[in-house]
């Protein structure tokens, strides 16, 4: 089956040792175009490539044409960043290192050191990756705690803040998305927090502690030195399972009732200025942040998405954008792993920044390396066993290491800076199976272009890229490789 064409747009306890923050990798490049290129087999790891020429150079037998407006007449949406969930499974493993490779991973990980991230989602309390027992920040016993008495980040929660806080002091300008996987078990018509999935969501009478939870949450984030930018109300709010996984149904009415009437208001009330987005969850079902955009627009003004649907269409999201031009939208979630093609993390990258996404996130941010049966974790049972992070921690050697996901990743990540306005263009285009050439590019902060060029074909692309303001340039695309021109 033909894919249709895709419009190319511009397309704790534990001490931490502060790294210093580097300087923008693009600010040295305005004298001349360059690439560097990440390949499937990583025998090219964000290495420099030969830099595109000017003009419609010679290539080999396969050849592509891509274009951009990169006039004011083409520019886009504006970028927040891209980088990967910290859930409790990153922070268990990160707090594994000493604390001078903890440093360093935290460099390569937020600084130009590496793959320079300035967008992260922290899991508020336990997810599927956390290690056994599920936890939130008030469960009081399973007894009622209206008056939220018992609430408490623990240990797992200020381990997380503190984590937050140490990223916060390398890069200040990061922007942190806080999701929860469930309220309390005491706060659902079941009283359970896992194991039930009937009436497996929020009891009316306490949807004023709901509120409330989320103001003492981000009170004791900041009293830790860990303030968040947004949240959203409840991770993939359509996703009831009654096994050990964690998680809470809540229908879009109830979401946006609950938004308008209660955690809207508490927010505000208590001097918050966080952001609150809709939804969570995949592009099966746009309807839901319409409904709670629809119904309380006044504190909502995202729609945040994830990269699951059996027929991932991401399209939906120019569908939402030409609806709510005023509206942000974000990538939220899309699982790595030794079971995902090399290029899911640029794939589910493309897609989103080609329709109108300001931000991608892979899940997770780091994981340990894979065990003897397969699994990666810590999770809790009935969780993603096989998910697996952009990094993974050798817990024996005290060592981590980078997978596939980051390097690809990286390719954007490292050349299109917050701040970046992504183009409008044509020529991306991807065949059955998902063979093809998708591009994006975009116009930075400091003037020069990016364009990322993902060739899923087995050989290699020469690549002609025209712009609107008379440029002409061209260049090598590897053989299964996520390609990144630098342009003066």
């Given at each position: 089956?033909?894919?249709?064409?895709?419009?190319?747009?511009?397309?704790?306890?534990?001490?931490?040792?502060?790294?210093?923050?580097?300087?923008?990798?693009?600010?040295?490049?305005?004298?001349?175009?360059?690439?560097?290129?990440?390949?499937?087999?990583?025998?090219?790891?964000?290495?420099?490539?030969?830099?595109?020429?000017?003009?419609?150079?010679?290539?080999?037998?396969?050849?592509?044409?891509?274009?951009?407006?990169?006039?004011?007449?083409?520019?886009?949406?504006?970028?927040?960043?891209?980088?990967?969930?910290?859930?409790?499974?990153?922070?268990?493993?990160?707090?594994?290192?000493?604390?001078?490779?903890?440093?360093?991973?935290?460099?390569?990980?937020?600084?130009?050191?590496?793959?320079?991230?300035?967008?992260?989602?922290?899991?508020?309390?336990?997810?599927?990756?956390?290690?056994?027992?599920?936890?939130?920040?008030?469960?009081?016993?399973?007894?009622?705690?209206?008056?939220?008495?018992?609430?408490?980040?623990?240990?797992?929660?200020?381990?997380?803040?503190?984590?937050l806080a140490a990223f916060r002091s390398v890069k200040s300008g990061l922007t942190i998305l806080g999701s929860p996987w469930s309220a309390p078990g005491w706060m659902k018509l079941n009283r359970v927090l896992t194991g039930n999935a009937d009436n497996n969501s929020l009891d009316p009478q306490y949807y004023s502690q709901y509120a409330q939870l989320f103001v003492k949450y981000l009170q004791a984030y900041a009293s830790n030195g860990a303030t968040i930018d947004a949240i959203t109300?409840?991770?993939?709010?359509?996703?009831?399972?009654?096994?050990?996984?964690?998680?809470?149904?809540?229908?879009?009415?109830?979401?946006?009732?609950?938004?308008?009437?209660?955690?809207?208001?508490?927010?505000?009330?208590?001097?918050?200025?966080?952001?609150?987005?809709?939804?969570?969850?995949?592009?099966?079902?746009?309807?839901?942040?319409?409904?709670?955009?629809?119904?309380?627009?006044?504190?909502?003004?995202?729609?945040?998405?994830?990269?699951?649907?059996?027929?991932?269409?991401?399209?939906?999201?120019?569908?939402?954008?030409?609806?709510?031009?005023?509206?942000?939208?974000?990538?939220?979630?899309?699982?790595?792993?030794?079971?995902?093609?090399?290029?899911?993390?640029?794939?589910?990258?493309?897609?989103?920044?080609?329709?109108?996404?300001?931000?991608?996130?892979?899940?997770?941010?780091?994981?340990?390396?894979?065990?003897?049966?397969?699994?990666?974790?810590?999770?809790?049972?009935?969780?993603?066993?096989?998910?697996?992070?952009?990094?993974?921690?050798?817990?024996?050697?005290?060592?981590?290491?980078?997978?596939?996901?980051?390097?690809?990743?990286?390719?954007?990540?490292?050349?299109?800076?917050?701040?970046?306005?992504?183009?409008?263009?044509?020529?991306?285009?991807?065949?059955?199976?998902?063979?093809?050439?998708?591009?994006?590019?975009?116009?930075?902060?400091?003037?020069?272009?990016?364009?990322?060029?993902?060739?899923?074909?087995?050989?290699?692309?020469?690549?002609?890229?025209?712009?609107?303001?008379?440029?002409?340039?061209?260049?090598?695309?590897?053989?299964?490789?996520?390609?990144?021109?630098?342009?003066?």
């Open positions: 089956m033909l894919f249709p064409v895709l419009t190319l747009l511009a397309a704790s306890h534990h001490a931490f040792a502060a790294p210093s923050p580097s300087s923008s990798p693009l600010k040295s490049r305005l004298a001349g175009p360059a690439a560097y290129v990440t390949t499937s087999d990583l025998s090219h790891k964000l290495s420099a490539a030969a830099a595109p020429v000017s003009g419609r150079g010679t290539g080999g037998s396969s050849t592509w044409d891509l274009s951009i407006d990169d006039t004011a007449s083409g520019h886009k949406q504006t970028i927040i960043g891209f980088g990967g969930s910290v859930t409790d499974a990153t922070v268990t493993v990160m707090n594994a290192l000493s604390a001078d490779k903890r440093s360093q991973l935290i460099r390569e990980l937020l600084t130009s050191d590496g793959a320079d991230f300035s967008f992260l989602r922290h899991t508020i309390a336990s997810s599927d990756l956390s290690g056994p027992p599920a936890y939130t920040y008030d469960d009081a016993g399973g007894n009622a705690d209206p008056n939220l008495a018992n609430f408490n980040l623990g240990d797992r929660g200020t381990a997380m803040a503190k984590m109300l409840q991770n993939e709010p359509l996703n009831s399972q009654g096994n050990g996984h964690v998680t809470m149904y809540q229908s879009a009415d109830e979401a946006a009732k609950v938004t308008q009437q209660y955690v809207g208001p508490a927010l505000r009330s208590a001097g918050f200025s966080t952001r609150i987005w809709a939804y969570d969850h995949n592009t099966d079902v746009p309807d839901y942040p319409r409904t709670v955009i629809n119904g309380a627009g006044g504190y909502v003004d995202s729609a945040a998405w994830h990269c699951y649907a059996t027929d991932l269409d991401w399209t939906v999201l120019t569908s939402f954008h030409n609806a709510y031009p005023d509206k942000h939208q974000y990538m939220t979630e899309c699982w790595t792993s030794p079971q995902t093609s090399w290029y899911q993390s640029s794939k589910n990258t493309l897609g989103p920044l080609q329709n109108w996404a300001e931000g991608s996130l892979m899940w997770t941010l780091g994981t340990w390396t894979q065990a003897s049966d397969g699994t990666f974790g810590p999770y809790i049972p009935g969780g993603c066993s096989t998910c697996r992070g952009l990094f993974t921690v050798n817990q024996a050697a005290g060592t981590y290491s980078f997978t596939i996901d980051y390097y690809v990743l990286a390719q954007f990540s490292k050349f299109i800076p917050k701040g970046a306005v992504i183009l409008s263009g044509t020529g991306s285009y991807s065949y059955g199976g998902y063979q093809g050439i998708q591009s994006v590019a975009s116009l930075n902060p400091d003037g020069t272009r990016t364009v990322v060029i993902e060739n899923t074909f087995g050989n290699d692309v020469y690549v002609t890229l025209t712009t609107k303001s008379g440029q002409t340039w061209s260049g090598n695309a590897l053989a299964q490789s996520v390609t990144t021109w630098i342009l003066p």
